[in-house]
């Protein structure tokens, strides 16, 4: 409120956005790998152990960016001791969450390796329901501060794991390495996906344009403001409309413009998880 | 009285010590006590908990400082203290760092290099004491007197007079004509005291001019808390003028915007509606004063609404408005501090202010404007006499109407030769910084040794002043010395104490042991007949020597009840349902008013004489006055009465009436020029406290403040560069542009860009270790987040001197602001040391024997003029 | 009493409970900043962090402006949002008295709390410190849990020059607290966010305490020392 010299930090910073980033791939990736082993799946076997491979060093990278946030990244086994837990928390169950799909990650890739399709199978649903936790969680992590303008929406989980498949199926496409039949299914995931979070972020902007002050400021913020660029401009045009309608033309039908769709979708998915993280907080530093 | 609390009940029903080690169990309390202990937020140990008092700045309340680990962790205000009622200012609070500031100067340095050049030997005592012995023996054989000790605050309860007196040279200089003086001059001949002690809790209406209050005045933290309880709980209705929105003026009930140095005709004027409309107090004017309502009402006439408004801005109907609000609201108070006093006519600004309070009766009655009450005690004997020749520079002859000298006249009169020095002292004044033409000036002075050959300064820290000395000597900070107290800060009078909170650091010695080592190096063997008057073991045996014979404290217990409890009477209990002082019924404290109405005894009246005017004389003293057959002590002035008239003045040709001077330089200023201020910020001390760093945190720089309108005419935004040009130098610094300030005033608060005073001041925290002087770091430090130090106005700020009162006119620089040029870069500050000498000529030419005085008092054209006067008649008040 | 209980940790008119709870008079507030440095002092709170801080507002047109000060700190919620996300119960409340505090040997720094409190009331506390050797875990105001239980008020109602910061239990119908609350319109910040704050305020006008308009137009608030700030304060 006051012209004085205390201020306010966000608590969280832009390092959180590539956790989410990378642990939103890495649970993508597991699930394609998972889907290659079921008859609908059968495209996306070229990828199966290199997506497997990719999804476990993103996991680890995310584990290691989650920990290294932390003050005390020592203490991070506090949270798995279960005289502290607290069930309330997101954070708690996200990070139970993380360490279950590290373990079904493991059993997966032994079962993989050993072409064991059986356990493979059933690791790869556990775990991919697992993985679909990781994205769902991380949407709640920001949904439940009721605080926080656009991240207090229920949009925000659903919103994870549509970012997760589009940033996941964008970096398969890159596994696929020309693999047609896996790249016409991932294009078919890219489209879709990526037609989903673009109608969810025209609700999103439509909550926060129209939630009082504090979700207006934040719009304005976010849209013409010092977050437009990097939100309006790399997340919604250059990284989810353009590659949408590259897809749509007969260039996005071809190796290279799936590749280039792809590439567009990254960069779009990292911008759109740092400007809603970064969004959700620059109102209240001024409070 | 030793009341059973709460607490003391469960501690020794529980029998034994309450190590609390694990979270303790809430009482059950109705509420919680206001203060007096404290807890470790860690271990729950509790504090230690020693009684002092504050001196962060000089308002002096009683404080208790809490050590852990032998270490001063916290303070807080003394609960037993009938004026500070537990609380402390945010400087109060955070006093500790004086202690702990890892720059403090904790062992004799001796200059090597030039003068300021920053370099310094660490020498022992002896060897500096030795080597201070030797420059004042050689000084005192050429003339005692050209030993110069200029002092600013000085609490020592008489020690450093004490140590010019064994030295035998009157030229003690002190700070209070930068500080406050006219105001002090406006007041004295009027009624007796220097100041007033408004009873703001029990006031119904508070006319304040120009006093920041609720930020700094004396006495800040008491009467805020006082001024709160008057508006919060009484209904009072406050009303400030003041030429920026200052805190004081921002939480006032109406702010009235004045122009600089107009707040005198304001008055005046105010007093022209209440005796026009006959809402004066007629039987106590009648009463009390040596003029009468008849002849005031008559003289007032003059001073008509329009006219003040003309000048100052305010519109006439809120003059006639206020005027009958405040005449018809009882009780009312007047209050002052700074702002109309410290202009070149100050004294008569004052003298206008004080007006009002008195023509309204509002004197002395609860809720109104009452005299200050204090308590003294006695000197340790024998002491000595008093030097045999008066200082040229002490009490300079064009100023004898100047009671509290002329402080900052010091470099003209060392350049122009009036008195030669051969030793100079610096105590607990920084003038480098503080005074007007600082680094340009005074650091130019500080730095010749052609005038000043040898200079030591007895400071704990270094100073913009010290880091010139050719010695320092490490004084300690306040948490460490010894010192009597006492101060008017509520209407009941209180003695205290200052006592070492813990031993002092390093090898640092408290005032009174390094001057009294000075002495005794100087007279080893008690020949010289200097040692007797330094005859004592410490601190503390000093302090017996103060205390133990007060009557009423010695039956209490002498030193001994005030290291325990701090404060002497004690009055009450603080009340946790009220914040109140309450007596053994609950009730809160009353006051006595009233008291010029105390009747003389019996015994008292023997053997005196009453003139015609009622005056009541013994030994030739006027020690009453007597009023409708009763004998009332009265006033504490030469005839017991309030002199409106001060016949003293006219002898010298000012206008003994209530009065207004115009400042020459303001009539004609032009379009593009406007006037500078300066003020004091509630969380900074002058120049001490930009090393404190929770204050310095809250605010470290001052950029200049300028009003919407002002700014949009020079097209300067918040954060833009501008210029700004006196007639003595030109600063250039950050604008901060808004709705809270007069548009033809600029204002920069001081305390700010420090260029010494260690390296958090300067913000030089990576190119300096910590501890170059013996003090230890503050790992904290590295958590400094601020780039910006400010900057400090006072090189372009030219002396101006009050000629009846000798205050420097701080609120009369006339500047002109520009957009900052392609050359100017943010900092800038440039003086010129021989325009600061024009400007001390200058102003000298409106003294009594100046040849602008008789111009500036038209109405004064019967005055004989200079020659009627012998120098050094008169005399002010001291 | 009728006090709509969501939460099963609320203590508000719980029988044989203590809510503690502070009223700030801002008719009584003259922004002294005691309070604030005699937070620092009692807990050692290294700079760029506050338990408490008084923010102020220049309102009006000259020459009718008057400037509002603000204090804040921690509303010790009786539905405190903060101690539903910490994942491993560093933040916690104590039942009786309602207060919200930190375990500092278990908090593992994930800021959870810190992005949960509406109020900006937590911070992380830096590496270096005077001499408490608590360091680089969330903290933030504790209503001085330390003093009040001792029967003494906290640091910074103890100091408060005008008398603005009053401190009680809100479940004794007799304390001071409860007369002003119960006697007084009085305000809390952002109820909408359902935390039930238990730092009520007299004469706080919706119109300040509303996240402002400065944000758009920081060059208005000093704005280079927030660039200071976030620039030092970061790394
Ligand atoms: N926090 C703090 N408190 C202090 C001190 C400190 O340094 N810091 N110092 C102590 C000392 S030594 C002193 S002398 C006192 C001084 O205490 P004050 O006199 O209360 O404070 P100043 O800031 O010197 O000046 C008071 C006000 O005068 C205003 N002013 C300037 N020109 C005019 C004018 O022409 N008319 C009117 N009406 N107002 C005008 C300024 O804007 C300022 O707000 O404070 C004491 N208390
Ligand atoms: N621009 C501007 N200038 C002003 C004012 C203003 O409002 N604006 N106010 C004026 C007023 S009112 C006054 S009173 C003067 C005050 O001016 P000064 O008398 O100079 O007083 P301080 O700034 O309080 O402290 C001066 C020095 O005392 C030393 N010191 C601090 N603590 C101790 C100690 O414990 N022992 C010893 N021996 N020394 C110590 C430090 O070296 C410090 O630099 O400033 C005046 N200057
Ligand atoms: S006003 Fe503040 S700094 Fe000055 S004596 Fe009082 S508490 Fe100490
Ligand atoms: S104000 Fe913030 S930190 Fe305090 S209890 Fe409420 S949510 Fe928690
Ligand atoms: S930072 Fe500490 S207190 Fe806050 S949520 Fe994380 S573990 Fe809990
Ligand atoms: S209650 Fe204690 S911890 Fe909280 S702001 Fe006040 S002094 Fe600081
Ligand atoms: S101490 Fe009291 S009056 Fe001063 S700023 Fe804090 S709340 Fe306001
Ligand atoms: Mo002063």
């Known amino acids: 409120m006051g012209d004085y010299t205390v201020f306010h930090l966000m608590p969280w910073s832009g390092a959180y956005a590539i956790y989410f980033f990378t642990i939103g791939i890495s649970a993508a990736l597991f699930f394609f790998s998972t889907r290659s082993w079921f008859p609908t799946g059968q495209a996306l076997v070229p990828i199966r152990t290199s997506a497997a491979y990719v999804s476990f060093a993103l996991l680890a990278i995310s584990g290691l960016l989650l920990i290294g946030d932390l003050s005390q990244p020592m203490r991070f086994l506090n949270i798995m001791n279960p005289a502290y837990l607290n069930f309330a928390s997101p954070l708690a169950w996200g990070g139970l969450n993380l360490i279950s799909f590290g373990i079904a990650s493991v059993l997966y890739i032994k079962a993989l390796k050993q072409n064991d399709e059986k356990n493979a199978k059933f690791f790869g649903v556990i775990g991919s329901l697992l993985a679909l936790g990781l994205p769902v969680y991380t949407g709640f992590d920001l949904t439940v501060h009721q605080n926080r303008p656009v991240w207090n929406t229920p949009l925000m989980p659903v919103l994870f794991v549509a970012m997760s498949l589009v940033s996941g199926s964008a970096v398969a496409a890159m596994l696929a390495k020309g693999k047609e039949a896996a790249l016409a299914k991932l294009r078919w ?42 939100f309006v401009g790399l997340g919604i045009l250059l990284g989810t409309a353009a590659p949408i309608a590259v897809l749509l033309t007969s260039f996005g039908r071809q190796h290279a413009g799936i590749l280039a769709a792809a590439g567009l979708l990254l960069v779009g998915g990292m911008a759109l998880r740092y400007s809603i993280l970064i969004g959700g907080q620059i109102v209240q530093t001024y409070f | 009285m030793l009341e059973m609390t709460r607490r003391t009940f469960l501690k ?100 090597v290099g030039a003068r300021g050049e920053g370099k310094w030997k660490r020498i022992s005592w002896d060897e500096a004491l030795a080597e201070v012995a030797q420059k004042l023996d050689a000084a005192i054989k050429e003339d005692p007197n050209t030993i110069c000790m200029k002092y600013g605050r000085n609490r020592s309860g008489g020690v450093i007079d004490r140590f010019m007196n064994t030295l035998g040279s009157a030229t003690v200089i002190n700070h209070t004509s930068v500080c406050e003086s006219s105001k002090k001059i406006g007041m004295e001949p009027t009624w007796g005291p220097d100041i007033e002690t408004p009873d703001f809790a029990n006031a119904k209406y508070i006319l304040n001019f120009g006093s920041n209050i609720m930020e700094a005045a004396y006495f800040h933290n008491p009467y805020s808390q006082r001024i709160t309880e008057g508006v919060a709980e009484n209904n009072a209705k406050l009303v ?158 064009e100023y004898p109407l100047a009671g509290h000298k002329v402080s900052h006249l010091l470099p003209y009169f060392i350049a122009e030769g009036r008195q030669k020095i051969n030793v100079h002292f610096s105590y607990q004044d920084n003038a480098v910084y503080t005074n007007p033409g600082a680094q340009a000036y005074w650091g130019k002075l500080y730095r010749d040794e052609k005038l000043i050959p040898y200079y030591v300064a007895l400071t704990p820290f270094m100073g913009e002043e010290a880091a010139l000395a050719d010695l320092i000597l490490p004084d300690c900070p306040y948490l460490e010395r010894w010192e009597p107290e006492s101060m008017p800060n509520s209407l009941w009078p209180w003695l205290g104490i200052r006592q070492p909170v813990i031993k002092s650091l390093g090898e640092s010695r408290e005032n009174r042991i390094m001057m009294r080592d000075i002495i005794w190096k100087m007279d080893p063997d008690g020949k010289r007949g200097m040692k007797q008057y330094w005859n004592f073991k410490d601190g503390e045996d000093y302090m017996r020597q103060h205390f133990d014979n007060v009557p009423g404290l010695k039956e209490a217990g002498g030193l001994d009840f005030l290291k325990k409890h701090g404060v002497w009477p004690i009055y009450g209990k603080l009340n946790p349902r009220t914040g109140k002082i309450s007596d053994r019924t609950g009730r809160e404290i009353v006051p006595e008013y009233g008291l010029h109405m105390k009747e003389l005894s019996a015994s008292d009246m023997t053997g005196t004489s009453v003139d015609g005017k009622g005056t009541i004389m013994k030994n030739g003293k006027a020690i009453g006055v007597r009023r409708n057959g009763k004998n009332y002590v009265g006033f504490p002035t030469g005839n017991r009465l309030i002199n409106i008239r001060v016949d003293e003045w006219a002898k010298y040709g000012f206008n003994p009436m209530p009065t207004f001077k115009q400042i020459p330089w303001h009539k004609d200023m032009k379009d593009d020029e406007m006037v500078l201020t300066t003020y004091k910020i509630n969380v900074h001390k002058q120049a ?191 | 009493m009728s006090e709509l209980r969501i939460s099963s940790i609320e203590t508000r008119g719980v029988p044989g409970k203590k809510r503690y709870a502070m009223v700030i008079d801002l008719r009584r507030c003259i922004g002294c900043m005691a309070c604030q440095v005699a937070c620092k002092a009692e ?141 007084l319109p009085t305000q809390v910040l952002r109820p909408e966010e359902g935390t039930k704050p238990h730092v009520f305020y007299i004469g706080a006008d919706r119109n300040h305490t509303e996240i402002g308009r400065t944000i758009y137009d920081p060059s208005d608030v000093m704005n280079a020392e927030r660039v200071m700030f976030e620039k030092n304060q970061r790394s």
């Open chain 2, 688 to 878: 001490r406290t930009a090393s404190v760093k929770w204050l310095a945190e809250i605010m470290h720089s001052n950029p200049v403040w300028m009003n919407t309108e002002t700014g949009a005419k020079l097209g300067v935004k918040t954060g833009d560069l501008v210029r700004i040009e006196s007639t003595v130098g030109h600063m250039v610094t950050k604008a901060y542009v808004f709705e809270g300030i007069h548009p033809k005033v600029v204002a920069i608060p001081t305390a700010f860009g420090h260029w010494e005073y260690g390296r958090l001041a300067t913000l030089k925290l990576k190119e300096k270790e910590a501890g170059e002087f013996g003090a230890t770091d503050d790992a904290d430090l590295n958590n400094v987040w601020w780039e910006d130090k400010g900057v400090h106005p006072n090189a372009i700020i030219p002396t101006v001197v009050d000629p009846i009162g000798g205050s420097q006119g701080w609120y009369d620089t006339v500047v002109k602001v520009t957009k900052a040029g392609p050359n100017d870069k943010y900092g800038d500050v440039e003086g010129s040391w021989e325009k600061h000498l024009v400007a001390a000529k200058e102003t000298m030419r409106y003294a009594y024997n100046g040849d602008l005085h008789r111009k500036m008092h038209p109405e004064m054209a019967s005055w004989a003029g200079p020659a009627s006067v012998k120098p050094g008649e008169g005399g002010g008040h001291h």
């Open chain 3, 43 to 183: 807990f050692d709170v290294p700079l760029g962090v506050f338990r408490t801080w008084v923010p102020y507002k220049v309102v009006g047109k000259y020459p009718t402006v008057r400037k509002m000060f603000m204090p804040r700190l921690c509303n010790h919620c009786d539905d405190p949002p903060c101690v539903r996300s910490c994942p491993v119960e560093a933040t916690y409340k104590v039942e009786d008295g309602g207060f919200v505090l930190q375990r500092y040997e278990r908090c593992i720094g994930c800021k959870a709390c810190m992005a949960s409190c509406p109020y900006n009331a937590r911070f992380m506390l830096p590496r270096h410190r005077s001499y408490t050797n608590i360091t680089s875990v969330v903290d933030k105001c504790t209503f001085c849990h330390h003093r009040v239980s001792q029967g003494m008020v906290p640091a910074c109602v103890q100091t408060c020059v005008g008398r603005s910061r009053i401190f009680g239990d809100l479940n004794d119908p007799g304390s001071e607290v409860s007369y002003l609350v119960n006697t």
């Open chain 2, 240 to 397: 400030t003028f003041d030429v920026r929105l200052s805190n004081t003026a921002g939480r006032s009930d109406e702010w009235i915007p004045v122009f600089p140095g107009t707040d005198g005709a304001v008055a005046l004027a105010i007093g022209h509606v209440i005796l026009r409309e006959n809402l004066q107090d007629t039987d106590f004017i009648d009463t009390w004063c040596n003029v009468s309502t008849a002849e005031l009402k008559a003289h007032y006439k003059q001073f008509t609404p329009e006219w003040a408004s003309g000048l100052s801005g305010v519109p006439a109907e809120t003059i006639e408005r206020v005027a009958r609000e405040f005449a018809l609201t009882k009780p009312a108070t007047t209050y002052t501090y700074r702002g109309p006093a410290k202009h070149l006519y100050g004294s008569y600004n004052e003298k206008a202010t004080m007006m009002l309070s008195i023509m309204t009766g509002n004197v002395e009655k609860r809720g109104g404007y009452c005299m200050p009450r204090g308590m003294g005690w006695p000197q340790p004997q024998p002491e000595p006499p008093k030097p045999a020749h008066p200082s040229a520079m002490a009490h300079p002859h």
């Open chain 1, 189 to 230: 995931h890219m489209l879709w996906e990526g037609g989903a979070v673009g109608v969810m972020l025209i609700a999103l902007l439509g909550t926060t344009a129209y939630g009082g002050s504090g979700s207006e400021l934040t719009f304005i913020l976010m849209t013409s403001g010092s977050l437009g660029l990097i």
């Open chain 2, 12 to 111: 020794i029903s529980a029998g034994t010590t309450a190590a609390a080690v694990a979270v303790p169990k809430v009482l059950h309390a109705m509420e919680n006590e206001l203060g007096g202990k404290d807890f470790s937020p860690v271990t729950l140990a509790e504090r230690l908990a020693i009684p002092t008092n504050c001196h962060v700045c000089n308002i002096q309340d009683g404080a208790i400082a809490f050590v852990e680990n032998g270490r001063i962790v916290k303070l807080e205000g003394n609960p037993e203290h009938v004026s500070t009622r537990g609380r402390l200012c945010a400087k109060g609070n955070s006093g500790m760092w004086y202690t702990y500031d890892p720059d403090r100067i904790l062992y004799p340095l001796k200059r």
